[in-house]
């Protein structure tokens, strides 16, 4: 009969077999694929049904074209299954049977193209992680092998590990052949102590280490500085390249970056390179990269004293003319824009330098004080306890503050010669009117402060250790004593002044000075308490 030829590749398709689809044999598992070819029309040879009796893998039937074609047998690409025999019987077109290949784009795709079309050739292999690069990809000459290492035994390289036997850099070099060997980073972290995330910090950051040894650019004392940590500082650089490193790497060592900076360098010089329509009088240098960065960065605060924080900033770090002249030109247009929005006029006038219109490279920062930022007293130091003389704190001058910053005057005595000492305006403290303060080497020699405290053990006492200042308020002339308060009291005005009770200067007819309000004591170190002391 007259042959017809079929064009549609959905015209060779013979029949899609589906799991639970009719004509589908009981017990098979998953999809099954029968790809016995459906004859073409018009070839003058009998007709072939597929056999549906055969189980395969996949639920595709594949016909062949129309048409004689002494092409080979089509293959269909199953991604993770690279290799996949032949399946199925003949086709009427002669030939053996093609090979199931699934490509990247799916089934549909195949289809619509045509599987004859594909071809024998077609394959996707698929690598271990195909989307991370290897480490080493921006050195110009590659990952370098040590023979040395090659010739070392995996127990051996897990030794030189675990020791931390060399520099961090030299180490890394072992990792990649005991991943080879069998180990995996889990493995080596249990028997070195290197945890998977170092381990992979060690291997890329060896890269650029590496990239900065074979340029011949970086001295041996700019390499010494990466002895250390110098994984932490590298790290960030593993997407520049070696140029960048270099250049990089000179200028982290010249201005002593760590790590946090390290990463703010290697993003900024990285976002030079993706804007190179914004990035106009900034040369690709790591001081203009980071000011391009500061730039831009001023360009998205909202308040204008950040923003001047950022310009100042970029005018500092940056390291050419033509990036200095662009930092200012932008800054001097964001002050502009800044109050033209407010409804305000900047003139610019160079021959008045007090002219609060003009842009400079200074900024003036303003600061509003908090009321508790205010709030100390100064106090005259007029001696140690048990050493100044009663005249000597009768005497001793006196403040009087005043004004918005609680500016203070000094009224009598001699305040040149005399040490003083700002405390917290604390409620005891303000109220008092003439305050002085007594400078105690030891609390714990001083037997009033020892019984005041109710020290019942030694180790009580040595909480008491330390320094202190005994503050006390001058008395007036007639005032009573009470036996619940310490006073600074003398038996004679030669005799220096004693921390005493009430009920002791009432019994040994001492005379009193000043009445204690407290002891204060210097802070403690971190990680120890201290109980109040209460007079």
Known sequence: GQQRQISS??????????????????????????????????????????????????????????????????????????????????????????????????????????????????????????????????????????????????????????????????????????????????????????????????????????????????????????????????????????????????YLVEQRFDPPMCEVLARAMKEWERRPTERDGFSPSPADCLAFKYLRDALECRRLEEAEKKFKQALQTAGSDPARARVQTTWDAYIDEDAARRGLTVKRDTSDPTNSGITTASTLTILRLDPEELGVRPIPIVGALGAAAPATVSGAPRTSQEGAFGAFSIAGGSAAATTWVALPQWKALAMMRHPVALSVPDCSAVSAVVASCKCKNDDDKRRLAGSGLVVADVMQAGAVVEDDAFYMAAPSPSVPLQLADGIRVRAQKMTPVAVVSFLARPPAREGTTDSQIQL
Not at 10 to 38: D, E, F, Q
Not at 49 to 54: I, T
Not at 62 to 71: I, K, W
Not at 89 to 104: E, F
């Open 9 to 250: 590749p959905m015209a060779s398709l013979g029949r899609l077999t589906a799991p639970g689809a009719p004509g589908m044999k009981p017990g098979h598992k998953g999809s099954s694929v029968v790809c016995n070819s459906l004859s073409g029309r018009g070839r003058g040879g009998p007709s072939q049904r597929p056999d549906f009796s055969k189980e395969s893998a996949e639920s595709i039937l594949l016909g062949g074209r129309g048409q004689q074609s002494n092409r080979p047998p089509p293959k269909l690409v199953v991604p993770g299954r690279p290799g996949s025999g032949p399946i199925g019987g003949r086709g009427a077109g002669g030939g053996g049977g093609g090979r199931l290949i699934i490509p990247d784009k799916g089934i549909e795709t195949m289809l619509e193209q045509g599987a004859a079309e594909l071809g024998p050739e077609i394959t996707t292999p698929t690598g271990p992680n195909r989307y991370r690069p290897p480490a080493g990809f921006m050195n110009e000459d590659g990952p370098q092998e040590n023979p040395e290492i090659l010739r070392m035994e995996p127990a051996e390289m897990v030794a030189k590990l675990g020791s931390r036997a060399g520099r961090w850099h030299n180490l890394a070099k072992l990792l990649q052949p005991l991943y080879q060997s069998g180990y995996d980073a889990k493995a080596l972290d249990e028997l070195t102590g290197i945890t998977p995330v170092v381990q992979n910090r060690w291997i890329v950051a060896a890269t650029v280490y590496d990239s900065l040894v074979a340029s011949g650019k970086v001295g041996d004392d700019a390499l010494r500085v990466f002895d250390g940590q110098g994984d932490e500082l590298l790290y960030p650089f593993r997407f520049l390249t070696q140029d960048m490193r270099v250049e990089a790497a000179l």
